[in-house]
């Protein structure tokens, strides 16, 4: 068979064939009187193994070593090249994503393209202050996609950084909560913490929707985090997560703090007072908590929380007995 013949037939490119001839990978076996070269059957085959070789990302010099080296093992080979494919598709995904931000970013120029990738990298520096600095510009000077946003204050150890970031992030708005809610379920207990440290300073009704959705999360520290900011909008959910926080001492000096904001709705006040109470006479909770939940009532307005620490002023505990009975005495000054 004439080279052009198995040119068409294999797919391969004449010239492709000479340079295959050229590395001693296909010997013709033979030419024509006028020259040409001429192909076996066996030489169409190892064209077909050449080019099915090729497939998987072998070199040349590797598909060489293939075929005819009959004590070649292709498993090591087989390895480095899943190994360099996985390192490739990394740096394709990084360059997608890369280009997918600069394009979300709208730039309307060369400069801009140049800017928001100067800024994208700066997200990414070793230098903590170099990130802040990148953080700050998101909002000042160029607007950086808010997904490159969640993933720069996801990753970030460095409380100022994150910080500057989270600001970044309240002020961008778009569709960060939805991106963050990701974060919300990350098997990472820090980046759960992160994602709901962001959420609570999004103002935004998607947000709150968010922190409602985190009162029931496993972990402890987001329900905390999603209690003390839904307290600070306003939202009665958070109540019996708080009052869980001050009976567990888990920043209940904050959670104490929620429940008297809380508080100032009067329609509020009696149903917080009402937790309180019913907390207070459960047999499982302890002095220590029966004395913090008691504090928690003094910033409680109403008839209720005053009832309620006219009891206590009597309870068989001195020392919450003693705390009831001051906070009555500074209620009465009022």
Not at 137 to 161: F, I, K, N, R
Not at 249 to 276: C, F, H, Y
Request: charged letters at 25%.
């Amino acid at each position: 068979m004439l080279i052009g013949d198995v040119a068409r037939r294999a797919g391969v490119s004449a010239r492709m064939l000479r340079h295959y001839e050229s590395l001693g990978l296909v010997r013709p076996t033979g030419r024509t009187d006028s020259g040409y070269r001429e192909y076996s059957s066996e030489n169409i085959r190892r064209i077909f193994h050449i080019e099915s070789l090729r497939s998987l990302g072998l070199s040349l010099r590797d598909v060489r070593r293939t075929l005819d080296d009959p004590g070649f093992a292709p498993a090591e080979l087989v390895d480095d090249l899943i190994r360099q494919t996985r390192d490739r598709i990394a740096a394709e995904t990084e360059l997608l994503t890369r280009l997918r931000r600069i394009g979300a970013a709208e730039p309307a120029g060369w400069e801009d393209v140049l800017q928001t990738v100067a800024l994208l990298q700066a997200l990414g520096s070793t230098s903590a202050a170099a990130r802040q600095r990148a953080a700050l510009s998101a909002v000042e000077d160029v607007p950086v996609p808010v997904e490159a946003l969640v993933e720069a204050v996801l990753s970030e150890s460095d409380p100022h950084v994150a910080g500057a970031l989270r600001w970044a992030l309240a002020q961008a708005g778009g569709d960060g909560p939805a991106l963050l809610a990701d974060g919300l379920g990350s098997p990472e207990a820090e980046v759960r913490k992160r994602a709901v440290q962001c959420v609570a300073e999004i103002p935004n009704d998607e947000a709150t929707a968010l922190l409602r959705d985190a009162l029931t999360s496993p972990d402890v520290v987001v329900r905390g985090y999603a209690a003390l900011a839904l307290g600070a909008r306003g939202v009665a959910d958070a109540v019996p997560t708080l009052i869980d926080m001050i009976v567990e001492e888990r920043n209940d000096v904050d959670a104490a703090d929620a429940l008297s904001t809380l508080a100032r709705d009067p329609a509020l006040a009696n149903q917080i007072a009402t937790g309180l109470v019913d907390c207070l006479a459960r047999a499982a909770v302890g002095a220590a908590a029966r004395r913090r939940l008691t504090q928690a009532l003094a910033d409680i307005p109403g008839s209720l929380a005053s009832r309620a620490l006219a009891d206590l002023s009597h309870d068989d505990d001195r020392a919450v007995a003693l705390t009831a009975t001051y906070i009555l005495t500074l209620r009465g000054s009022e």
